[in-house]
């Protein structure tokens, strides 16, 4: 029996480009060159398949990039595509500095002050050129599902400490951020 897979998500499909099969990518990683340079890339289809596909093309587009992909011809199978995410399996990823985290490891991570009060949990991240800027949920006020919750900035004078293995994010909210 072989063992599952963890995948990461490298970028998600947005859309179609043209009519030659060319699709737009949404980036999830800082590191764009591992897509730009790969000869083949794993996507995970909307439906939970995974195929492998060659890269004919690959170039930087506005925030994301444009890919063209070995058998995606035209906009019909380029829109077909829609959803799909360009994964890589977890045991790919080269070890970061000491310092850096990747972005998979900082989702689900609960957000708490240095006090104790609980904030929300990580469900996004968004890039700004700045600083990144984790977006977060909280429990609706009926019990039942979730809310949006603060933006917290991931600057040096709000985070405290990040340990992905304790599951938290604890941080020294600046005035107002939790207004």
Not at 13 to 22: D, E, L, P
Not at 102 to 116: A, E, K, N, P
Not at 154 to 169: M, N, Q, T
Request: aromatic residues 4%; without cysteine; charged residues 30%.
């Amino acid at each position: 029996m072989t063992a599952e897979r963890e995948w990461i998500v490298r970028g998600k499909v947005s859309t179609a480009h043209g009519i030659q099969g060319q699709v737009r990518l949404a980036l999830s990683t800082d590191f764009p060159e591992r897509v730009l340079d790969a000869k083949e890339l794993t996507l995970r289809l909307p439906d939970g398949s995974i195929e492998v596909r060659r890269l004919e093309k690959a170039s930087v587009y506005k925030t994301g990039l444009m890919l063209k992909l070995a058998g995606i011809d035209d906009r019909n199978a380029a829109e077909a595509l829609r959803g799909a995410e360009v994964v890589a399996d977890k045991s790919e990823l080269p070890a970061l500095p000491d310092d850096e985290i990747y972005w998979h490891q900082l989702m689900g991570l609960r957000v708490v002050t240095v006090d104790g009060q609980e904030v929300g949990e990580i469900t996004d991240i968004l890039r700004t050129g700045s600083n990144d800027v984790y977006v977060t949920e909280v429990p609706s006020a009926t019990g039942r599902g979730k809310r949006p919750g603060p933006l917290i900035p991931a600057i040096d004078d709000v985070l405290e400490r990040v340990d992905p293995e304790a599951g938290v994010v604890i941080i020294r909210p600046m005035p107002g951020l939790l207004d």
